[in-house]
């Protein structure tokens, strides 16, 4: 099995940061990307950021210039680094993998996973 888990979220000022980590693990075969969604109270889950093992990136235009995404393939963690934090980014922050898992001695095609969330909390 695989298992997505967040950590880094919490409450802060506006105008201040965070580190959002998502670290992958059990029978993973390889990772083709991950993303950061977030969802926010009665609002539908949107991508914020994406990252491919190619180094390609995707940033929602609300949090291009003040998020960076990036990848550790060596530890299948991906990070979002959020500065100048406003109190419109308070969500649920979800990461997504697609990936590739183990299956015996074989791995099934790409597919996507999800971690539990963790919330984020900018207050004004």
């Known amino acids: 099995q695989v298992q997505l888990v967040e950590s880094g979220g919490g409450l802060v000022q506006a105008g201040g940061s965070l580190r959002l980590s998502c670290e992958g693990s059990?029978?993973?075969?390889?990772?083709?990307?991950m993303c950061w969604y977030r969802q926010a109270p009665g609002k539908r889950r949107d991508m914020v950021a994406g990252?491919?093992?190619?180094?390609?990136?995707y940033y929602a235009e609300s949090v291009k210039g003040r998020f960076t995404i990036s990848l550790d393939n060596t530890k299948n963690t991906v990070y979002l680094q959020m500065n100048s934090l406003k109190p419109e980014d308070t969500a649920v922050y979800y990461c997504n993998a697609e990936l590739r898992e183990y299956i015996g001695s074989d791995f099934n095609p790409p597919d996507d996973y999800w971690g539990q969330g963790t919330q984020v909390t900018v207050s004004s």
């Open positions: 990252v491919t093992t190619s180094s390609n990136t």
């Open positions: 059990g029978n993973i075969h390889s990772i083709q990307a």
